[in-house]
Structure formats: structure tokens, C-alpha cells
């Protein structure tokens, strides 16, 4: 936005406008979580009509290991560091 600006604008003041405009909308922002990350993520697998296709059981599968994982990485945090 800086660059948009041609250098009328600060990083800082875009920043302290943007929290302005978000708190005036009371606005609330959540971080993507994990379990939508994975879903995204699977969304890239490949789909009908290609060479290598991933059986929907598989799907499955892989979804609810990489489930258990995220949520074990919550509770377990030396899991997440390493």
C-alpha cells in the first residue's frame, strides 16, 4: 500500500488507519486454524480425470491423522516447537 501511495503514506500510518477502520467497524479477525489449513491444503490434491488420483478413503484418512496431529501439537507444545 506504501508503494500505491507513491510515498504519501507511512507504513506506520496505513497500520494505525487500518486499526482505526477495524475497530470503528468493530470488526473481530480470527486466524485461519489448523484444521481449516488442512482442509485447504487437501484441497490441492489431485481430482478426477488426472493419472494420480487419491481415493476418497485415503482422503479421509489422511484428513484425520493430520486432525489428530494438529490437535496433539496443542495439547503436547514440545510437540509444535520441535
Known amino acids: 500500500l506504501v508503494e500505491l501511495g507513491r510515498g504519501r503514506?507511512?507504513?506506520e500510518s496505513i497500520m494505525k488507519m487500518?486499526?482505526?477502520?477495524l475497530s470503528d467497524l468493530s470488526w473481530r479477525l480470527n486466524p485461519p486454524t489448523a484444521i481449516r489449513f488442512i482442509h485447504h491444503?487437501?484441497?490441492l490434491?489431485?481430482?478426477t480425470g488426472t493419472d494420480v488420483m487419491v481415493p476418497e478413503h485415503m482422503k479421509d484418512a489422511i484428513f484425520?491423522?493430520?486432525?489428530y496431529l494438529s490437535e496433539l501439537c496443542v495439547c503436547?507444545?514440545?510437540i509444535a516447537i520441535e
Open 9 to 11: 503514506f507511512s507504513v
Open 18 to 21: 487500518e486499526r482505526q477502520i
Open 41 to 43: 491444503f487437501m484441497l
Open 45 to 47: 490434491f489431485p481430482t
Open 64 to 67: 484425520e491423522v493430520a486432525r
Open 76 to 78: 503436547v507444545s514440545s
